[in-house]
């Protein structure tokens, strides 16, 4: 089955930084988009970035824009959010997502299959 597994999640001082990791397998990993969203506590969930299956384009959300960075390792069928300059908003739980098709996109629906979530917390 397809599955994805999201690491990396931990308590930092804002200003720090912390690299999440997405392990997905049972999938054609290079022909699926990838996404991370984020949801904290009583909150919706909210678009943070894709990454199309290629690695070379993606979007970001303006919250984080020039702060986060995704990039994939397709030969290891896994993707990275490198986050730096953390807030206190930042802090969620980050999920990490298989989109249904190549192409980015910013919307939860376009992704079938999410992992478990990786708790982030920014300390101000």
């Known amino acids: 089955q397809v599955q994805v597994v999201e690491s990396g999640g931990g308590l930092v001082q804002a200003g720090g930084s912390l690299r999440l990791s997405c392990a997905a397998s049972?999938?054609?990993?290079?022909?699926?988009?990838m996404g991370w969203f984020r949801q904290a506590p009583e909150k919706e969930r909210e678009f943070v970035v894709t990454?199309?299956?290629?690695?070379?384009?993606?979007d970001y959300a303006d919250s984080v824009k020039g702060r986060f960075t995704v990039s994939r390792d397709n030969a290891k069928n896994t993707v990275f959010l490198e986050m730096n300059s953390l807030k206190p908003e930042d802090t969620a739980v980050y999920y990490c997502?298989?989109?249904?098709?190549?192409?980015?996109?910013?919307?939860?629906?376009?992704?079938?299959?999410w992992g478990q979530g990786t708790q982030v917390t920014v300390s101000s």
């Open positions: 997502a298989a989109g249904r098709y190549t192409g980015i996109s910013t919307s939860p629906s376009k992704y079938d299959t």
């Open positions: 049972g999938l054609t990993f290079s022909s699926k988009a």
């Open positions: 990454v199309s299956g290629s690695g070379r384009v993606a």
